[in-house]
């Protein structure tokens, strides 16, 4: 499927960042090129928090299992241009079974591991998924559970697949599935000729004007160029090992770890992010060249790491970049553009970089994936242009919004820009500051996931306790921003925190829709037209956290 106007794959393609390769056809290469070198890597200790053991695929071997499953794919009747759902935590079988997806000609959509019933089920009705695969379980959780409930609401799901010994009944044993068929799986033979690279290869997601979940399609050259922008900026070579802490579910994920371990031919080690001390531990054990980390922690990790390093400090939109300076290590700082754009800069020095460039950014080897302006009559090029809408466009930048989902969601776009739901501070041709617009911010990110605001502040109202309530973020050194809620009460009776997570239970929110903790308030500010004003929200909750 080709959603890209002609003029954007031409404007793209002149650029010379844009290209005929899909990103299977990179991992194919390596697979004929160094079938011995090692491709995938689990954690030691998978087994503690999710089911299999841990293993090490050489790229040979990968490519095996990659084939069979692409064939049993197209066996299972599903054509080329289908979107499959995957919710998998990082493990060796995600990268294999997204590759796997791929190769067969579908269209991947990876779900979020916090997203549950209500959320996993409108994002697959949105896209109109024909099959989703899960594990098990997930730390302490039973995921699988959580797909079985999601399943049943979904018209036109045809499967629904797992990975594990210890699954609900109504899902499919993928493992069960493959020994049963044996080696007598057909390949998948998906030809797609110079124009493969410009079909859509994934479905992300992050939250669009009305606050719902939307998706963000990307195809195969999309991903290129956000993976060369992490790549010729931290200089990893042939080879090189990625550690890889983000789940492959969007820019962070995909476009930092998993796309410059295709375009690098490397070694791709994947982990579950428990403490600072396992995630540094691991990078010492694996000798990696490549570390991908939440910005909040790039200071701390380099100062436990014992070898000189490459961290890609990825940094959500409207964060503060803040923290002490690293040194004995090179740095990339990545700034997600929400989940249209990732700006990848290399520090000079040990300090932050702490503009980002206006117009076309030109990264190293002179390859530029990215432009950002501001609303302003000359594009915020003028010194003291003052605060505006970001617009963002680029050869990683999708332009058109997926067909199913509402087209007001979709950012509006002119000349290839998409206006984000940021607004950004211009200063002599730099861009000096990015925050979320104040009576706009219906939707944020923690740890990466996509938040609907708007429809947290309505769910969290209808609570039996509560007179009027908002949701709003503010920052947390770990996670980078961190969920609360700003509460009205109707009595002045203590208020049950245990029933309210209970009534959250009951409502099938996942863990990214719990409050890691509340305000109580007088009123909840807006707007004269009634936006609620989360920004005040958030000084509000720092005033009283000074006071005590």
């Avoid at 084939?67 to 066996?75: I, Q, T, V, Y």
């Avoid at 009705?125 to 079985?148: F, N, P, Q, Y």
């Avoid at 045809?158 to 069960?176: A, F």
């Avoid at 308030?521 to 004269?528: A, E, F």
């Amino acid at each position: 499927m080709i959603l890209s106007s002609a003029s954007t794959i031409e404007r793209n393609h002149a650029s010379g960042v844009w290209g005929r390769v899909a990103l299977d056809a990179l991992f194919r290469k390596t697979a004929k090129k160094h079938p011995d070198r090692i491709a995938l890597v689990d954690e030691p200790n998978r087994a503690t928090w999710t089911s299999g053991a841990a293993r090490s695929l050489t790229y040979q071997e990968a490519d095996q299992e990659i084939s069979r499953l692409a064939g049993l794919f197209k066996a299972l009747g599903l054509a080329p241009d289908s979107v499959i759902g995957l919710q998998l935590p990082n493990t060796t079988d995600a990268a294999v079974i997204i590759l796997a997806a791929l190769r067969a000609g579908l269209i991947v959509s990876p779900i979020p591991l916090v997203w549950r019933g209500r959320e996993i089920a409108d994002a697959l009705s949105t896209v109109g998924a024909k099959a989703v695969i899960t594990t098990d379980r997930l730390e302490g959780a039973a995921a699988a559970d959580w797909m079985r409930d999601a399943a049943v609401e979904v018209f036109g799901l045809r499967y629904v697949l797992g990975l594990g010994d210890d699954l609900p009944d109504g899902l499919i044993s993928l493992s069960t599935v493959l020994a049963e068929v044996g080696d007598e799986i057909p390949p998948a033979d998906i030809v797609r000729g110079e124009k493969a690279a410009d079909h859509l290869a994934t479905l992300t997601w992050t939250v669009g004007a009305s606050g719902r979940p939307l998706p963000v399609p990307r195809t195969h050259n999309h991903w290129v160029a956000a993976g060369l922008a992490t790549m010729l900026e931290s200089r990893i070579g042939d080879g090189a090992r990625i550690l890889l802490p983000y789940s492959m579910t969007g820019l962070a994920g995909l476009g930092c770890g998993l796309v410059p371990w295709l375009l690098a031919a490397g070694t791709l080690h994947l982990h579950h992010p428990e403490n600072l001390s396992g995630m540094t531990r691991h990078a010492t054990s694996v000798e990696a060249d490549l570390v991908v980390v939440p910005g909040q922690l790039a200071a701390s990790t380099a100062k436990r790491l014992t070898s000189p390093t490459t961290l890609a400090a990825v940094w959500q939109s409207g964060m503060e970049r803040q923290g002490e300076p690293v040194s004995g290590h090179t740095v990339v700082d990545v700034t997600l553009i929400q989940e249209f754009a990732a700006i990848a800069q290399r520090r000079e020095g040990a300090s932050y970089v702490q503009t980002l460039p206006l117009g076309l950014s030109q990264g190293a080897g002179g390859i530029s994936v990215a432009e950002l302006k501001l609303d302003t009559p000359d594009g915020g090029a003028s010194r003291g242009s003052g605060a505006a809408s970001l617009l963002v466009r680029g050869a990683m930048v999708p332009e058109c919004g997926w067909p199913g989902a509402p087209r007001e969601d979709w950012p509006d776009a002119a000349d290839g820009f998409l206006r984000t739901r940021l607004i950004g501070l211009g200063e002599a041709h730099c861009i000096t500051h990015i925050d979320v617009n104040p009576f706009l911010g219906n939707s944020g990110l923690v740890g990466g996931v996509s938040l609907d605001l708007a429809a947290l502040d309505a769910l969290y109202r209808e609570y039996e306790e509560i007179e009027d309530a908002a949701a709003f973020l503010t920052e947390d050194p770990v996670l980078g921003t961190r969920l609360y809620a700003a509460l009205v009460r109707k009595s002045a009776r203590p208020f049950d925190r245990t029933g309210f997570e209970n009534y959250l239970a009951d409502r099938k929110i996942g863990l990214q829709g719990r409050p890691a903790g509340f305000v109580e308030v007088d009123m909840i500010p807006r707007s004269d037209n009634g936006f609620v004003n989360r920004k005040a929200l958030e000084v509000q909750l720092h005033e009283v956290r000074t006071a005590i």
